[in-house]
């Protein structure tokens, strides 16, 4: 992704949003199964934790 740091880390931020929002309820995007917007967002948790840190989200929080 080319963007300035910040703008880079607030587009990562609204893609994890998206993810956990479909992983946790599969009704806002019914393209999208839910086992795969888990796995997206988790990749992305591990790849950025500090943004997910930031969120307040945890591996824990997709499943419950």
Known sequence: ???RPQVQEILIA???KRWYSIARCPLIDL???PARAR???LRLMAKYP???EALK???VSLYT
Do not use: F, Q, S
């Open 1 to 3: 992704m080319h963007a």
């Open 14 to 16: 609204k893609k994890m």
């Open 31 to 33: 393209r999208c199964k």
């Open 39 to 41: 796995r997206n967002c």
């Open 50 to 52: 500090e943004i997910a």
């Open 57 to 59: 989200l945890t591996v």
